[in-house]
């Protein structure tokens, strides 16, 4: 096995319910595409052919947003993660 960086954990726990960060980190456990969409890990699932345009599907929304802010609530969101990162 192997110990997650601290900053690592704090992204993963930020991102991720606890019992999927539980399970994920303390099993090892691997998760397929449906499955990875139903724990929270992944958006979505899309086959080798489909990727770039499911990917473009998700960001559709984003579109148009200012980056700039975006940036900034993403930051004021995860606060303690990007100081672990950064730090």
Known sequence: GMR????MTALITA???AATVHEAMLSGRRYGAAD???AGI???EAGEGDVVAAAADLLAPFTGKN???TRALK???YAA???LLEG
Request: net charge positive; charged share 25%.
């Open 4 to 7: 997650f960086h601290p900053s």
């Open 15 to 17: 991102r991720l319910a």
């Open 36 to 38: 990875a969409v139903a």
């Open 42 to 44: 992944a958006h979505a």
């Open 67 to 69: 980056r700039d802010l």
């Open 75 to 77: 930051r004021d969101l």
């Open 81 to 83: 993660t990007v100081a």
